[in-house]
């Protein structure tokens, strides 16, 4: 190393940058520090990572559920999906979407609204976006409805466990989410307001739209193409959880005169989730680390911004792939180190 | 007649209600067809909503009248049964008719009615179809990327050979049999890796082996004559010092001769592309991950705390990174831990470090299967006297591999999706070529034709590994 003149630090992470990214969560131009750009990517990653999570969750259940359905044609279907989509390589997918499917949309001033607020052009997709006063008051009011929807959560279980009496808690917890929230518009003063997305002329030819949010083609194909192809695998795990409850768990349920709904929610869901959480865990982590694979479109994730562009500029190969392989790693030993924990909560205690 | 109640449809007016049904289902269907076939609106002076929800209705209620349990007709019950058990069922399984004869017309006119084949330039797709012409043109760059036109049947033909060479194991005697678990993991490998090495790649390395060739040849006849004590010592030393005679005392000048005849054009590996490298990477990768992944599992399990916390280590490290960034580590950071003069070649970095990434899985994988043997087989196999190694091979692995046949076919299929990539360092497989060649200036807009033609050709192949394993898993498939 040191005879080809390179030298070893982290002392470039407060350097200037002097790139500008396309898309970032936090304010970022050139003027900001390497570390910023970091910080930029990571949360791009995040983003996507967290869009493809809750879509694929979506999906997946949907497909694995139908997946179990007795019709034929559902069933045909789902599997027809879910072996078309899991057998293409993820890389070919994001390719796809991302070259030929949404380069086929049409151009800004030739778009017709979607709903009438949405607007999905080849530039991107433009949604509304939410103007707010006190946001933070809104947020805290959403924050203490979960957190005393957990207490009486457990005040519930007690309850039940002593004294033998169910408490309603969903309904009680829906009414929370929504009245604590709508007090702080009442009495809070928070207020918001809508910004829709406004056709505007660059040039002779060049249309955009202003005000609302812009979500770039690289972040809609990329969380496309990841969910779509998780979703597969998430099936398969819901599938096969539900159908790891064995049949004589349901009959002897239904045996002591629960309601199907009760099968479903008391006796199958429990076993069921517990072999379908672990592989389901695996499969977001998987995501996560797919979703590196944007730098092949351009979307400035912390691979393309951090391992990328930040590389080229700085050279420090061995710093820039280290901290960025140990980002990774440390997000997936942790979510390991919680789901061995998790496991070990709800295995099954034998004698 | 008996009273007709159309909520409760029941077995007594069985024809009746079946002939409305049917008619009700086929006119929708038809109307449905009409609409996307011929683009005619036969119900068009129906206020908009409606006409747009009359098919779904008729059908909903024609599904409704023939839902009969045990009707008798064995078809009605089996389409009762299957596709139309209740009325949440019957809407899904109309959408899902819908949906297909409506999407038919326009597949089929993009894939194959409006699409061009003929002619051999962009000029000749005019249609609104696909533009297969496209994919003939560029069919040889994407099968095997720059490799030049003239030495393809290079690649032809050790990709011939090597899939013959791999049936072998079908048409083995009994005799032989007990060698195939050797030749598959051992010999196998180390031909194929001489037939790419070189024959793919070709070159003056050519010569060597042409000495290696004969070493053996030499070695293999007079091997029949030794007596088999012996067999082991003289198949180590006979090839290698015949070789190293032959190469530097007896026929150095004549052998050079001879090489310079045969020798192939060098073709280097950045050459190579298109879906051959996948096919070279994954056969590869596939064949040094599952060793690596083993004997990390078995080190994971082991009682030394050294080679127990560094395989844990290993296994962990690879899984937690993206592929995306190991190859970068093996493309940037890699070369500046070799000495100055020293070089890897690019591929070989790659095969390497999939290599590694993907063993860590096929690790916790064989570990699943380690895992569910019952104890009662190691102390079994230790009251026998078997040492460590022996135990492993004759008992706990061929058990524990025959578990986890889903979970290695698993992680050979993700190996294969996850060549492409391979683009990171610059090699261009399938994938990379597409990318390549959609950016050409004469054949720009063509990309769609690109992505679907490699789809089917990784489903294929994906497709047909995962049913041969699942037939693999049928087959070693014992009841415990």
């Given at each position: 190393m040191e005879n080809r003149g390179i030298t070893f630090g982290y002392?470039?992470?407060?350097?200037?940058?002097s790139f500008d990214v396309q898309f970032s969560l936090i304010e970022f131009d050139g003027s900001h520090s390497y570390f910023r750009a970091y910080l930029v990517g990571l949360l791009n990653t995040i983003l996507v990572s967290v869009i493809g999570i809750i879509f694929a969750t979506i999906i997946g259940v949907v497909v694995g559920i139908a997946r179990l359905s007795n019709n034929y044609l559902i069933n045909k279907t789902a599997a027809v999906y879910v072996e078309f989509f899991r057998n293409i390589p993820l890389l070919l997918q994001i390719f796809f979407w991302y070259f030929a499917a949404l380069r086929a949309l049409p151009l800004p001033q030739d778009t017709e609204p979607m709903f009438g607020f949405f607007f999905l052009t080849i530039k991107g997709f433009f949604v509304p976006a939410f103007i707010w006063n006190n946001l933070d008051i809104f947020i805290y009011s959403i924050i203490a409805a979960i957190i005393s929807i957990i207490f009486i959560r457990i005040y519930a279980r007690k309850k039940q466990e002593n004294e033998g009496i169910q408490t309603p808690v969903l309904s009680i917890s829906i009414g929370l989410l929504i009245i604590l929230p709508l007090l702080s518009f009442l009495f809070g003063g928070v207020d918001a307001s809508v910004e829709v997305p406004v056709l505007k002329q660059l040039s002779q030819s060049g249309f955009t739209y202003e005000g609302g949010i812009k979500l770039p083609p690289e972040l809609i194909s990329l969380a496309l193409a990841l969910s779509l192809y998780t979703a597969t695998f998430i099936a398969e795990c819901v599938r096969a959880g539900v159908q790891g409850v064995s049949k004589g768990q349901k009959e002897a349920a239904a045996s002591i005169g629960l309601t199907p709904n009760q099968v479903l929610k008391l006796v199958v869901m429990p076993q069921a989730l517990r072999i379908i959480i672990p592989p389901t865990t695996n499969q977001y982590l998987n995501l996560t680390k797919n979703s590196s694979l944007a730098a092949a479109i351009a979307y400035p994730d912390l691979v393309l911004v951090f391992a990328g562009t930040a590389l080229m500029q700085t050279g420090r190969a061995i710093e820039i792939v280290s901290i960025t392989m140990l980002t990774y790693l440390s997000l997936s030993i942790s979510i390991s180190i919680f789901m061995n924990w998790y496991n070990k909560k709800i295995a099954i205690k034998e004698k | 007649m008996n009273k007709l109640n159309f909520l409760q449809p029941d077995k007594n007016n069985l024809n009746t209600y079946l002939y409305t049904g049917v008619i009700l289902v086929a006119l929708s269907i038809f109307l449905v067809f009409l609409n996307s076939f011929?683009?005619?609106?036969?119900?068009?002076?129906?206020?908009g909503t409606l006409s747009f929800f009359l098919p779904l209705i008729l059908g909903f209620i024609g599904l409704h009248l023939i839902?009969?349990?045990?009707?008798?007709?064995k078809f009605l019950d089996s389409v009762n049964k299957n596709i139309n058990t209740n009325n949440f069922n019957a809407f899904l399984s109309l959408l899902i008719v819908f949906a297909v004869i409506k999407s038919l017309p326009p597949i089929l006119s993009w894939f194959i009615l409006d699409a061009n084949i003929a002619g051999?330039?962009?000029?000749?797709?005019?249609?609104?179809?696909?533009?297969?012409t496209y994919i003939k043109i560029w069919f040889n760059r994407f099968m095997y990327?720059?490799?030049p036109n003239a030495e393809q049947w290079r690649i032809n033909l050790s990709f011939i050979a090597l899939a013959f060479l791999g049936t072998i194991g079908f048409f083995a005697t009994e005799k032989f049999k007990k060698y195939l678990t050797l030749y598959y993991v051992v010999v196998y490998p180390v031909i194929a890796f001489f037939f790419i090495f070189?024959?793919?790649?070709?070159?003056?390395?050519f010569f060597d082996f042409s000495y290696g060739i004969i070493a053996a040849v030499i070695s293999i006849i007079i091997g029949f004559?030794?007596?088999?004590?012996f067999k082991m010592y003289y198949f180590i030393i006979v090839p290698i010092t015949l070789y190293i005679l032959l190469k530097y005392v007896f026929f150095y000048e004549e052998l050079i001769e001879l090489g310079k005849l045969e020798a192939l054009e060098w073709v280097e590996t950045g050459a190579w592309g298109g879906l051959s490298l996948t096919f070279i990477v994954s056969f590869f990768c596939l064949i040094f991950c599952f060793p690596i992944g083993l004997f990390l599992s078995l080190g994971r399990r082991s009682d030394f705390p050294i080679i127990k916390y560094f395989s844990i280590g290993m296994i962990e490290f690879w899984r937690g990174v993206p592929l995306i960034t190991v190859l970068f580590m093996s493309s940037v950071?890699?070369?500046?831990?070799?000495?100055?003069?020293m070089f890897i070649d690019k591929l070989v970095r790659v095969i390497i470090a999939i290599s590694l990434f993907e063993a860590a899985y096929v690790a916790e994988v064989i570990r699943g299967g380690l895992q569910a043997l019952p104890r009662g087989q190691y102390d079994a196999a230790k009251s026998l006297g078997m040492g460590y190694w022996k135990m492993h091979i004759l008992v706990i692995l061929p058990q524990a591999l025959k578990l986890v046949i889903p979970g290695i076919a698993n992680t050979f299929l993700a190996l294969v999706k996850d060549t492409p990539l391979i683009f990171v360092v610059g090699l261009l497989e399938i994938v990379g070529m597409l990318n390549l060649a959609k950016t050409n200036p004469e054949w720009l807009g063509f990309a769609m034709e690109g992505y679907v033609f490699a789809s089917v050709l990784f489903f294929i192949i994906c497709y047909a590994m995962s049913k041969y394993s699942y037939n693999l898993e049928q087959k070693y498939k014992t009841e415990r």
């Open positions: 002392g470039f992470l407060s350097q200037e940058s | 011929f683009e005619k609106d036969l119900i068009s002076f129906l206020p839902r009969i349990e045990y009707s008798g007709l051999d330039s962009k000029d000749v797709c005019t249609g609104t179809g696909a533009c297969w990327g720059m490799y070189f024959f793919i790649s070709g070159g003056p390395i004559f030794i007596p088999s004590k950071m890699f070369p500046m831990f070799l000495p100055e003069d």
